[in-house]
């Protein structure tokens, strides 16, 4: 059979004789199929359920030990300064750390504010006298059948087929294949006596133009997968809430904000350490919005940026002594610039649902601060300054998304998740400086580019 | 409802589109399945298995060729899988070749109904069975067959040979 075409009419005659032979298996078989895709389904989002829970586990007890371990160091810095200063230092005075603490704080922010508060507020000011808002503040595979699949090695050749399925071959790839080895030779020259001449179709020729109908790509199909793997374009609305506190110890943990360069939020935080001065502070909801693009390199997994733009407001009120109060307030505004890599774990035509693991820079552009002096629930005098706000902010955001499809082109998701905020003292007192893990949700719109 | 329209439908899990894609080609695919059987019982066990793998490798599908002959090499696939790991190829009989062919009447296959022909194909031990399938109906080489089954290509296509004789010569026995 050297340097022939190893397929003859035999075969050819055989190929058309159960080309259009069927036999309609039991009812039965449907039943199976279904009842066994139904156990795959449940298992693959069990699965994979399972992957993102242990993940969002882990993640939240690597961060809370994260969070613990840095607080406790911070501390041990504070007492290790005291140490040295006050030597020596007697058991007791361990036996108190919060007085410790607050002493250390109290003189470290009393010599920086001063110089910059020495001047007090003015004693009259022109500003008219003003009724006060009693609204204070605004305040969730290739799976297994894949790797059973892959074994069939054949499946991913680029095999051309008819419409029945039968290979169909080029003469000059068949004239390249390798012709054998060691055969019973006359085994063979008697085999090929049993030829029948059936020239219907040469195999490598196309000799009807009907053949060529299903070698065209299917348009529908062929632009659905063009789709999944392109650009999107999202609009993003985040939120969490806002927190109202009153321990002060933890609200004002000065560890992690820049104080002593910012003497507006010096005085305020002199004043927070005398405890029975401030009645309590509400940082509201952290109002973000921006535009987002993702990348989808497969179904399985893309990148996204973009660009954020967060507001944090946080206002602190004082006791109110013979009918006076003073409230301390500042409105932080960030740019913020995002990176994420996203693993789909689950993905239809409709609804999708992925995994987004990134991080945060965000630089603050400006910060404005507000002290107004109520007597009566009247104002009686107020400041106000805007500084530039040096230094970055980073954070990871860990999410879970989940997306829905309205049109091909368009879709709405949510995605809750869990941001990390990475304190390093340069940011002014704002919301992330009492706690730094967040939850976040965000919310928004995506268009298919 | 179109085809597309089904494969899209079985893409986002629709059990009514998944049951039509089915009902579509299972027929046909008992057909193919019937050839590498021994009996309509193994062959609807290889169909069973065949369409779980096509729902849950749909999305896999490119459509550069018919999803038919996608399907089917999936079916054939999935059929050689289960007799592979049933180690029936490798324990397949052997079978005694035809000393001589003699003159060949080129219209005894002719005189047989597909289902006959299939009898008939059935009848051959498993491995012979299987190469007879691959090469001389779904049109792989001896090569691709060698790769498929893990056999040397000589091995191919001396048991395609011996069972091409043994065919003919019980095909004209069965003729007489």
Known sequence: MTGKN????????????FSDFSMH???????????????????VIFYRAAIAASFLLFLSAGSWWLFNNYRTQSEQQLVSKHETAQSPVTSEEYEAPDEVYNDLIKEQTEKSSAEAFEKKMPESSEIKPVKKDEKITDMFFDDLSESQIAVQQHMDKPLTTDESGYIIRAEDELSELPVS????????D?????????????????TDPKQLEY??????????????????????YG?????????????????????TNDPFSSKFIMESYQRSDIENTTHSHPLTIGLMINRSFSNIWGIESGLLFTKLKSVSKTEIVNNEFIEYGNDLYYIGLPFSVRLNMLHSRRFGMYLSQGAVLEKGVRIRYHMQHYVSEVLKDSEHKSNMVEGVQVSSLTALGFEYHITETFGVYAQPGLQIFFMNKTQPFNIRSSNAIWPSMHVGVKFQL | MEMNEIIRGCLDGNRKAQKQFYEHLAHRMMGVCLRYADDIEMAEDFLQEGFIKVFTNLKNFRSEGAIEGWVRRIMVNTALEILRKNDV????????????????????????TTAELLKHIQALPVGFRTVFNLFA?????????????????????????????????RIEEFNL
Do not use: C
């Open chain 1, 239 to 259: 939120m969490i809430q806002g927190s109202n506190a009153n321990d002060f110890t933890n609200v004002y943990n000065d560890s992690k904000a820049d104080f």
């Open chain 1, 190 to 206: 008697r085999a090929d006596t049993i030829e029948i001449d059936v020239p219907a179709i040469v195999q490598g020729q196309i």
């Open chain 2, 89 to 112: 190829l490798k324990y397949s009989v052997d079978i005694e070749a035809a000393k001589a062919v003699g003159d060949v009447n080129p219209d005894a296959f002719q005189r047989l």
């Open chain 1, 181 to 188: 080895d060691v055969i019973d030779d006359q085994l063979l």
């Open chain 1, 6 to 17: 190893e397929h003859t009419g035999f075969e050819k005659r055989m190929k058309e004789a």
């Open chain 1, 215 to 236: 070698l065209s790509p299917d348009p529908d199909i062929t632009e659905t997968k063009e789709k999944s793997g392109n650009w999107q374009l999202a609009m993003t």
């Open chain 2, 137 to 169: 109906i779904e049109g792989y080489t001896h090569r691709e067959i060698a790769e498929l089954l893990n056999i040397s290509v000589g091995t191919s296509k001396s048991q395609y040979a011996r069972a091409k004789v043994w065919l003919q010569k």
């Open chain 1, 25 to 43: 298996p039991d009812p039965a078989v449907w039943s199976r199929v279904e009842k066994n895709l139904s156990r795959r389904k449940k298992l």
